[in-house]
T-cell receptor, first 111, second 112 residues
Framework: LAKTTQPISMDSYEGQEVNITCSHNNIATNDYITWYQQFPSQGPRFIIQGYKTKVTNEVASLFIPADRKSSTLSLPRVSLSDTAVYYCLVARYSSASKIIFGSGTRLSIRP | DGGITQSPKYLFRKEGQNVTLSCEQNLNHDAMYWYRQDPGQGLRLIYYSQIVNDFQKGDIAEGYSVSREKKESFPLTVTSAQKNPTAFYLC???????????FGSGSWLSVV
């Protein structure tokens, strides 16, 4: 199982770009990297997923270097509503197995 | 719409009582999971099931039990042996598609 390490918390301001990095040194060849967002008293929801290089969707970008030992979630022009906990998950999406979430990063956005 | 339904949203347990949290999915996913989340903390894996009639313990299975008699359903029983059950419980399912996990909206359990 790939263990993930993220910063416990981050602060930023509205309109700024926020980058959250996740370390996963023992990622396996067929593991994918997925990021989730969780608001209080709600289930986590999918943000973005990638395998290598860069992935972009309407809400975020995911940067993965060639060695895949880390990944960076980039949130452009954050707003107050982006205040949440963000989890990085490394898993083989095609198989069901014991999947462990890390502690997540608590992102606080200020006006 | 496909998704996961957890019930009840709020539940209170008395001392010595077993309570069961329901989790139903209509996503046709084979794998289902239960996580516990304490206030301000991350998710900890209780049990998971890869297929009907089979399940495995996660990291904190003591005091909990599950069953998987149907593909759609994965109920979690919090037994009286779980001395500190107050937490937010999340059920998830996982298919083979790219998005991975789908989570339910969670259930709060408190001891009275």
């Amino acid at each position: 199982l790939a263990k993930t390490t993220q910063p416990i918390s981050m602060d930023s301001y509205e309109g700024q770009e926020v980058n959250i990095t996740c370390s996963h040194n023992n990622i396996a060849t067929n593991d994918y990297i997925t990021w989730y967002q969780q608001f209080p008293s709600q289930g986590p929801r999918f943000i973005i997923q990638g395998y290598k290089t860069k992935v972009t969707n309407e809400v975020a970008s995911l940067f993965i270097p060639a060695d895949r030992k880390s990944s960076t979630l980039s949130l452009p022009r954050v707003s107050l509503s982006d205040t949440a906990v963000y989890y990085c998950l490394v898993a083989r999406y095609s198989s069901a197995s014991k999947i462990i979430f890390g502690s997540g990063t608590r992102l606080s956005i200020r006006p | 719409d496909g998704g996961i339904t957890q019930s009840p949203k709020y539940l209170f347990r008395k001392e010595g009582q077993n309570v069961t949290l329901s989790c139903e999915q209509n996503l046709n996913h084979d794998a289902m999971y239960w996580y516990r989340q304490d206030p301000g903390q991350g998710l900890r894996l209780i049990y998971y099931s890869q297929i009907v009639n089979d399940f495995q313990k996660g990291d904190i299975a003591e005091g909990y039990s599950v069953s998987r008699e149907k593909k759609e359903s994965f109920p979690l029983t919090v037994t009286s042996a779980q001395k500190n059950p107050t937490a937010f419980y999340l059920c998830a399912s996982k298919g083979g598609e790219a998005y991975g996990f789908t989570f339910g909206s969670g259930s709060w359990l408190s001891v009275v």
